[in-house]
């Protein structure tokens, strides 16, 4: 049984840092299709934050490019997001998932998030406060 387990949230004043992590159970990288970041705000919702294909390939929601990236590690089985200068706005859940089932493309997973299929974490909350 596939299990993702995201930590690493807190409190953070803005232009500050954190780095989440998501680890993964159940499968390894060379099985997984895609994978991604997501967050949502209270009363919004859920939005792509980024995303990561089994080539490796990266995309990213706009508002994020430059400051957030999204990497793994294979060896652990672990996705990360390194958020830089973080702003109130990114105040949100932030939630990993993982998916077999294609297609597997990072740029789909920013386009048009994860499938059916795909295997949610419990989330972790990041606050920025100004």
């Known amino acids: 049984q596939v299990q993702v387990v995201e930590s690493g949230g807190g409190s953070v004043q803005a232009g500050g840092s954190l780095r989440l992590s998501c680890e993964v159970y159940g499968i390894t990288y060379t099985n997984w299709c895609k994978m991604g970041w997501f967050r949502q705000a209270p009363g919004a919702e859920r939005e792509t934050v980024a995303g990561v294909d089994s080539d490796g390939s990266t995309a990213y929601e706009d508002s994020v490019k430059g400051r957030f990236t999204i990497s793994r590690d294979n060896a652990k089985n672990v996705l990360y997001l390194q958020m830089n200068n973080l702003k109130p706005e990114d105040t949100a859940m932030y939630y990993c998932?993982?998916?077999?089932?294609?297609?597997?493309?990072?740029?789909?997973?920013?386009?048009?998030?994860?499938?059916?299929?795909?295997?949610w974490g419990q989330g972790t909350l990041v606050t920025v406060s100004s």
């Open positions: 998932a993982a998916e077999i089932s294609g297609p597997c493309s990072a740029r789909t997973v920013v386009g048009r998030g994860m499938g059916a299929s795909a295997v």
